[in-house]
């Protein structure tokens, strides 16, 4: 970790909701009683186009307004863009990588330019298309980002989510349980992953 | 009692502006806007203040209504935002010099072009000789500390001015961050009840709002207006020592961050400064003498104010988010160098050019920075007297 606490970079796409998901974690992170910062890149607004959101989380009070170059974890919220977008720049070969594919850490490896730390792997799309019916893969990714970074414990998280979701989804809580759905099916999903790397 | 949050720099001046409950807002409500009039306006519609929302065709036209609503009696605000502030041109003056105390929310973003909507400081920079109050904030904390204090400023008898409360663009306008917000009474007796001395819809005393006026009286206007930009300046040391004392933070004109024995200093406005003030304390890690001075109110510009504080320095490194197009560096370096002359300050300067059109600005770059300037001092080294950083090589 740098003197700035945990960093954690975002890569996704317009639409599939990486700032969301960033501006989320800052949200639950501030529960934990930390300080935070959950921040997007804005470029072009559009669908599609490739986009960056970041996360700064400490104990200490956050003063750069920077981006984040060398993150402790990047999350990417869609595999598409391990080809377009040089993801591990910077990361540190103590952090790890969280990759939004059904295909396993081992088959993403060989994509990720001589990575050396920890690659995980989320199939985001088919954990959120089973809990509601539909892709919106930020909110596996977030439960990732949590799962793995251990800003804050399972329990801790999922009751704060629950809260989150209520104040966010208040016009239509017919999405609240499906999306609760998805972060407790995505820290199942990686828990086989986590104990292998001696981080469950 | 205060309570500790977190949240947007947008939302946390939407939320002062909800504590505040002016009575009138006309604003554009699309971008280039930002969220705040949506935001205010969201307060409006589910009926937690009484403020009038005027949904405009235009910059022009929200500035021309906030001035009509400010003439009325009515305290008034508006919200813009780059090229939205670029339209409100022509008004910005007629506010000004009409002596109206409106509060404007400027989120600061470029002008074009190329076209790019990113943060830096040429739109409030651009209209810094309009007659207008320009206060500046690192977070979302100081836009919104700022905020709560733009009326007692813009208000007070002695002033009488527009004032703008500005924060950079993204990012802290669209970046979450920890907030302290403060009580809802507390901020309304803060800020107190508006009580104009004159306005139009004021039967017993009739006034004339924006009259025609010869050469033989025009001058003399004019003057006025700058005494009362002179005036604005014990106003708001009056008013950031009141909320000092009530809130617990803030700053007069500026932030002196390990200043006091330093050797070199790098004096710069917004979001920037809080990257520096980091790079500040890597350096004195290291045993480097080195501070920064993050400028809080550009307009007035506290000149002697600023030389005194830089008196005692090797070197002071001057850093613009704007280009001014004069040759020999931007808004900030030409008027601090010119008071640091008039104080007989004889100190090297450089003027640094950055963060132009959202180029990122990075703890690295404040290093590089305050090597050159020792290296300036130390070893005589010949460097521009204006330069950029942070271009591609």
């Known amino acids: 970790m740098s003197s700035s606490g945990l960093e954690i970079r975002w890569h996704g796409r317009g639409g599939q909701g990486a700032k969301t998901a960033a501006l989320l974690l800052a949200d639950v992170a501030f529960k934990t009683g930390a300080y935070v910062q959950g921040f997007p890149e804005y470029g072009p607004e559009r669908m599609g186009a490739p986009i960056t959101a970041f996360n700064r989380i400490s104990q200490n009070e956050i003063r750069v307004h920077s981006n984040i170059y060398n993150p402790d974890l990047v999350v990417v919220v869609d595999e598409t863009l391990l080809v377009a977008v040089d993801v591990t720049a910077g990361l540190s070969k103590d952090g790890a990588i969280i990759v939004n594919t059904p295909k396993s850490a081992e088959e993403i490896k060989p994509l990720l330019k001589g990575y050396e730390g920890k690659v995980f792997t989320v199939d985001g799309r088919k954990i959120s298309v089973d809990a509601l019916g539909k892709n919106f893969p930020n909110s596996p990714m977030l439960a990732a980002a949590v799962a793995v970074s251990k800003v804050m414990p399972k329990e801790q998280f999922i009751t704060e989510m629950q809260a989150s979701y209520a104040h966010k989804f208040a016009k239509k809580p017919e999405v609240i349980e499906g999306n609760m759905k998805a972060l407790n099916m995505t820290f199942d999903a990686l828990e086989p992953a986590l104990k292998a790397a001696g981080l469950a | ?393």
């Not at chain 2, 929200?62 to 919200?79: D, F, H, N, P, Q």
């Not at chain 2, 920064?292 to 550009?298: A, G, S």
């Not at chain 2, 704007?322 to 560096?329: A, D």
Request: with cysteine; glycine share 6%.
């Open chain 2, 1 to 393: 009692m205060a309570k500790k949050d977190r949240m947007s720099g947008n939302e946390a001046v939407a939320y002062a502006i909800r504590q505040i409950n002016p009575d009138v807002m006309p604003a554009f409500p699309i971008t280039p806007s930002t969220e705040i009039p949506q935001m205010v306006s969201t307060y409006i519609a589910n009926g937690d203040i009484e403020t009038e929302f005027i949904p405009v065709e235009s910059e022009h036209s929200a500035m021309s209504a906030a001035i009509g609503s400010e003439a009325a009696g009515a305290r008034t605000l508006t919200a813009t935002s780059s090229c939205g502030l670029a339209l409100m041109w022509e008004e910005l003056l007629i506010a000004a010099s009409n002596r109206m105390p409106l509060a404007l929310a400027l989120v600061n973003r470029t002008l074009s072009g190329p076209i790019n909507i990113n943060c830096d400081h040429s739109d409030g920079m651009g209209a810094r000789d309009t007659g207008w109050i320009q206060i500046y904030a690192e977070n979302n904390q100081e836009a919104y500390d700022n905020f709560i204090q733009a009326y007692p400023i813009a208000e007070d008898p002695r002033v009488h001015l527009p004032i703008m409360i500005c924060q950079d663009g993204f990012i802290t306008s669209h970046a979450v961050e920890n907030i302290t917000l403060e009580e809802d009474a507390d901020v309304k007796e803060f800020v107190g009840e508006y009580h104009p001395e004159e306005f139009l819809l004021n039967p017993g005393k009739p006034v004339a709002v924006g009259p025609y006026s010869l050469s033989c009286y025009a001058m003399e206007a004019r003057y006025n207006q700058a005494q009362a930009m002179e005036n604005a300046k014990e106003v708001i040391v009056e008013v950031a020592q009141k909320f000092k004392k009530q809130f617990g933070r803030g700053f007069e004109f500026f932030e002196e961050y390990k200043t006091e024995d330093a050797d070199y200093i790098m004096v710069i406005m917004g979001s920037a400064a809080g990257t520096a003030k980091q790079a500040v304390d890597d350096l004195r890690a290291q045993g480097k003498k080195v501070g920064v001075i993050k400028l809080r109110v550009f307009r007035p510009f506290p000149a002697e104010e600023l030389a005194a504080a830089l008196k005692n320095c090797k070197a002071v490194a001057i850093m613009d988010r704007t280009e001014s197009y004069n040759t020999h560096g931007g808004p900030l370096a030409a008027e601090l160098t010119a008071g640091l002359y008039r104080a007989k300050v004889w100190i090297e300067t450089v003027c640094y050019t950055y963060g132009l059109a959202g180029r990122d600005f990075m703890v690295e770059t404040v290093y590089d920075i305050f090597n050159e300037l020792e290296d300036v001092v130390e070893n005589g080294k010949k460097v521009e007297q204006h330069k950029y950083v942070g271009l591609r090589k």
